[in-house]
T-cell receptor, first 121, second 107 residues
């Protein structure tokens, strides 16, 4: 079945970096994109950005530009999201989701279960 | 960035009631609008894509309509399992944004 399996919870200090992985299975990885969405405790959903697994093109939310990098490894059907210079307000559950299109449009139809990232000194 | 204004932020309704949520875009987004359901502690789930298309396997009591800047999401007959937070999301110009969410509770 189609699924996205995310890496485990992380605890980081302010100023550090975190890299979350998202391993896809059950579909042709390079025919879709992967979006990353985060949710701070008790808050709504925030779209972070998107990467095409077809050609590696990316779009990032403006507020995260310069701090976030999304990559893919097509040999292992895995997507990665790295966030640098972590602050306490980056504490959130981070989700990866399959995008219906490889070109940056569409909808998110398959979701990972989420990775909790806690930023604390 | 395109802003999505979703209302109400919360609502309470009885089982069997018709529930309506609206989402307004800050500019014309055609039909590039999706709706998701999120239950506590769970990942979001796609319900409606491209404003009015029901995702496979989603009950027909859920529906969506609208285009341009004004969109509506409807549950025709609220069921206990529909307790959740609902989000709209736009994907115009390759920069996506979510609405603030609507928490639906049973009265």
């Amino acid at each position: 079945q189609v699924q996205l399996v995310q890496s485990g919870a992380e605890v980081k200090k302010p100023g550090a970096s975190v890299k979350v992985s998202c391993k896809a299975s059950g579909y042709t990885f390079t025919s879709y994109g992967i979006s990353w969405v985060r949710q701070a405790p008790g808050q709504g959903l925030e779209w972070m950005g998107w990467i095409s697994a077809y050609n590696g093109n990316t779009n990032y939310a403006q507020k995260l530009q310069g701090r976030v990098t999304m990559t893919t490894d097509t040999s292992t059907s895995t997507a990665y999201m790295e966030l640098r210079s972590l602050r306490s307000d980056d504490t959130a559950v981070y989700y990866c989701a399959r995008c219906s299109s490889m070109f940056g449009d569409g909808y998110m139809d398959v979701w990972g279960k989420g990775t909790t990232v806690t930023v604390s000194s | 960035d395109i802003q999505m204004t979703q209302s109400p932020s919360s609502l309470s309704a009885s089982v069997g009631d018709r529930v309506t949520i609206t989402c307004q875009a800050s500019q014309d987004i055609s039909n590039y609008l999706n709706w998701y359901q999120q239950k506590p502690g769970k990942a979001p789930k796609l319900l409606i894509y491209d404003a009015s298309n029901l995702e496979t396997g989603v009950p027909s009591r859920f529906s969506g309509s609208g285009s341009g800047t004004d969109f509506t999401f409807t549950i025709s007959s609220l069921q206990p399992e529909d307790i959740a937070t609902y989000y709209c999301q736009q994907y115009d110009n390759l920069l996506w944004t979510f609405g603030q969410g609507t928490k639906v509770e049973i009265k």
